[in-house]
């Protein structure tokens, strides 16, 4: 189990904040074939994810990452602080 | 390092942080406010993530010590529901000289804007939007390659 996170507008497609979810993905790039397999509005979300960055268990990184034990990925759009 | 929602005064930030430091000559702030780009907004809303906000700060305020002689460094964001002339955000940086100073306030305003957690949304008469990012602030972060 891996809790998924979404912020901003993939939060706001997929329609949820955070989900548990049961998966056997070895990379970010496999969890997210799964999750887009599931129903359409995650097929939207993750239609493009050169649009989208990944943390996986709070530190940025790419989507052919190594899930491993991870317990935390968040999807989101590039970063618009400052 | 302070992530709030709460306003803050930048003022008296800045003077407690520049009152703070032994053999500082030099003390840069920034401070960013939100703006009304035609008259029309309501509030802009900034949404983060808690668990990765302060680590990802930390990181980069790291680097800016490892990279300049710094005396102090102070990072402030907020997150939550502002109005336009709000202040989102400020940095200070002290050092002896203006030079190390001016050049970590640079850089922590580049990687504060494209790589800390936070996500903006403006609500306006005629809508809502998140704010995209722009090239231009990644392209920012390639200055400070090494």
Redesign the interface.
């Known amino acids: 189990m891996v809790d998924v ?1 979404y ?3 993939v939060r706001e497609r997929i329609g949820l904040p955070k989900e548990q979810v049961e998966t056997s993905a070895a990379t970010v790039m496999e969890l997210v074939a799964e999750l887009k397999a599931r129903e359409e509005r995650y097929a939207v979300a993750f239609s493009d994810i050169s649009a989208l960055r990944v ?1 996986v268990d ?1 530190e ?1 990184t790419e989507f052919d990452a190594p899930i491993g034990e991870a317990r ?1 990925i ?1 999807f ?7 | 390092m302070k992530v709030q929602s709460a306003p803050f005064d930048p003022g008296a930030e800045l003077n407690a942080f520049s009152s703070s430091g032994q053999n500082v000559g030099a003390v840069v702030s920034f401070t960013g406010l939100v703006r009304d780009v035609d008259d029309s907004l309501k509030e802009m809303i900034i949404e983060h993530y808690p668990a990765m906000t302060e680590r990802a700060i930390a990181a980069i305020v790291e680097e800016a010590w490892e990279r300049w002689s710094l005396s102090d460094a102070l990072v402030i964001h907020r997150h939550g529901v502002l109005r336009a002339g709000d202040t989102i955000m400020m940095v200070a940086t002290s050092s002896k000289h203006r030079a190390d100073a001016f050049a970590a306030a640079d850089f922590l305003m580049d990687y504060l804007k494209s790589r800390a957690p936070f996500w903006k949304k403006e609500v306006t008469a005629k809508g809502e939007d998140w704010v995209e990012s722009k090239t231009a602030d990644e392209d920012a972060l390639s200055r400070w390659d090494r």
């Open positions: 996170l912020f901003a507008w943390a709070q940025l935390e968040a989101f759009p590039p970063m618009t602080g400052g």
